[in-house]
């Protein structure tokens, strides 16, 4: 069985601060990895996806992610917060033998950016 | 661009009253899902749809929900007998193909509160 734990249902930054945003999965098999986002009054929208492979990955809007197998963490970063950052994240697993379709969220991490 | 639509919005209902959820996928799609998300809970998996029939369905998908493609647009979920415990957030999504290759959109979400 897979699940995701996201540390933090809220996170706090300044304009132009590191954002991080945790995950850690747990997995009976290598799992496919994703970071969703939602914007207000908006559906999930993909962020960025591990399969295999590189194990740092980028995203759009300047996030990425990394995949630490021996930490069983994915966590989301970006150098630089801008206002329009501000939205709820979520991060999923999905295991590699089902492949995308069965999802298994976290409970989401909602960051608000000041300025 | 394109992208899943869902309507309506918002929805309330009295307990025990039938209702129905609709989504237009994204026109070139094939593979249609419905998840859902409990407030303060995670999003979660409920069924997966592909070539008119369940491809997959998780154990809160029981007898009381049903999905149907009624036209070549639209993608309904219907549940029978709404039970307060079915107030949530409801979210389509599609994807172009399944398996290890399908990135899936979604759609902005209805949310459903039962009385």
């Known amino acids: 069985a897979q699940s995701v734990t996201q540390l933090g249902s809220h996170v706090s930054v300044s304009e132009g601060a590191l954002v991080l945003l945790r995950c850690n999965y747990s997995?009976?098999?290598?799992?496919?990895l994703f970071w969703y986002v939602q914007y207000p009054n908006q559906g999930l929208q993909l962020l960025l996806k591990y399969t295999t492979g590189a194990t740092l990955v980028k995203g759009i809007n300047g996030f990425e992610a990394e995949f630490k197998k021996s930490e069983t963490s994915f966590h989301l970063t970006k150098p630089s917060a801008h206002m329009s950052d501000a939205a709820e994240y979520f991060c999923a697993v999905s295991p590699m033998n089902t492949g995308f379709q069965k999802l298994v969220f976290g409970t989401g991490t909602r960051l608000l950016v000041s300025p | 661009e394109p992208e899943v639509t869902q309507t309506p919005s918002h929805q309330v209902t009295q307990m025990g009253q039938e209702v129905i959820l609709r989504c237009v996928p994204i026109s070139n799609h094939l593979y249609f899902y419905w998840y859902r998300q409990i407030l303060g809970q995670k999003v979660e998996f409920l069924v997966s749809f592909y070539n008119n029939e369940i491809s997959e369905k998780s154990e809160i998908f029981d007898d009381q929900f049903s999905v149907e493609r009624p036209d070549g647009s639209n993608f309904t979920l219907k549940i029978r007998s709404t039970k307060l415990e079915d107030s949530a957030m409801y979210f389509c999504?599609?994807?172009?193909?399944?398996?290890?290759?399908?990135?899936?959109?979604f759609g902005e979400g209805s949310r459903l509160t039962v009385l």
């Open positions: 997995s009976s098999v290598p799992p496919y």
């Open positions: 999504a599609s994807s172009e193909s399944g398996g290890n290759t399908g990135e899936l959109f």
